[in-house]
Each structure stands twice: as C-alpha cells, then as structure tokens.
C-alpha cells in the first residue's frame, strides 16, 4: 500500500484506504474517491496530480493524494 502521490502514471490502481478528518474522508467521498474504486494519475505538477475517478477527471492536491492509500 502506498499513497496516490507516489503512483505511476496512467496505471490503474484499487483504492485500499481513505485517511483524514471525517470532513476530509467525506469530501474526498463527494468527489468519487470510494475504498475498492479505481483511480488512474493522469498527470502531475508540482506534486498536484490529475486523476480519473469514475470516468471523470479530478484535480487533487498533493496533501489530499497523500490521503488516498493504492
């Protein structure tokens, strides 16, 4: 297990863990990060990374990808 941030890109990963406050772990939650989604990095700048969750895309934070464990 690893947090998103350190994922390779466009792999397809299962999202094993979702850390945080309750408000962090809901908002996260709203935007499609669920335990047993999967998540793809499309991109990343400056530690900020794109992601395809649920066939969207998703901007996230670098804070917030150390969050989501794969």
């Known amino acids: ?3 998103l ?3 390779d890109m ?3 990963y299962i ?3 979702i850390g945080g406050s309750s408000e962090v772990r809901a908002h996260l939650e709203n935007l499609g990060f669920v335990v ?6 499309i991109s990343s700048i400056a530690g ?3 992601v395809n ?12 990808a ?5």
């Open 48 to 50: 900020n990374l794109i």
């Open 10 to 12: 466009e792999k397809d």
């Open 53 to 64: 969750v649920k066939e969207s895309r998703v901007a996230i934070s670098k804070e917030m």
């Open 15 to 17: 999202i094993k863990k």
């Open 66 to 70: 150390g969050k989501i464990m794969v």
């Open 5 to 7: 941030i350190f994922a």
């Open 1 to 3: 297990m690893m947090p």
């Open 36 to 41: 047993g989604g999967s998540v793809k990095v």
